[in-house]
Every structure is written in C-alpha cells, then in structure tokens.
Nanobody, 114 residues
C-alpha cells in the first residue's frame, strides 16, 4: 500500500485558481500512472485527470482546457493546476494510482463560490 497526501485545496471565488499537490510515501510516480479524482457532495467519486508514467495527460470533458495535471518525478509529486474554477468543481479532491486498489487518502477540500 502507498500512502498519498493531498494538499492545496481551499475556498475560492468562481473564476479563480488553485493548485493541488499530491505526495507519496514511496517513489512511485515514475512507474505508475496517476489520477486526480473528485467527489462532489452526494455524488460518486469521478476521475478528472490522469497522467501516464511517461507524462501523457488526459482529462474529463468537464475540466478540459481549465485543469492541467503534471508530475515532478524528482520530488515524487503530482500536481493539478485548476483555472477558471466553477461552482460545480466543488468537492473533495484525491490523488491515487490510476486504476488500482490502493487505499484513498483524506483528500483536500475545494469549494468554489458563485
């Protein structure tokens, strides 16, 4: 099991930006695809962005053009830059190894006010 710690969430007005960070207990980012997920109130957790071990990103349609996922292998960190935030982006954001059974961390809360 790999422990993952998310940070960088907060309260922001619509149109604002936040940068989320994810750190792992072991060095995994260079060998595993990683994903950023979010869970909105009353909804299931969904994948919003992923990045392969080679650095190829992919995005959910709802965030395409506004969010950017990146990875820093030297720091064992994965980031999610979120711009032009909308109230519907509100939720708890998690990172995890893509398509794995690794336990979820505590996540970081993102609240976008209108």
């Amino acid at each position: 099991q790999v422990q993952l710690v998310e940070s960088g969430g907060g309260l922001v007005q619509a149109g604002g930006s936040l940068r989320l960070s994810c750190a792992a207990s072991t060095s995994i980012f260079s060998v595993n695809a990683m994903g950023w997920y979010r869970q909105a109130p009353g909804k299931q957790r969904e994948l919003v962005a992923a990045i392969t071990s080679r650095g190829t990103p992919s995005y959910a349609d709802s965030v395409k053009g506004r969010f950017t996922i990146s990875r820093n292998s030297a720091k064992d960190a994965v980031y999610l830059q979120m711009n032009s935030l909308k109230p519907e982006d509100t939720g708890v954001y998690y990172c995890n190894i893509f398509n794995s059974g690794n336990p979820w961390g505590q996540g970081t809360q993102v609240t976008v006010s209108s």
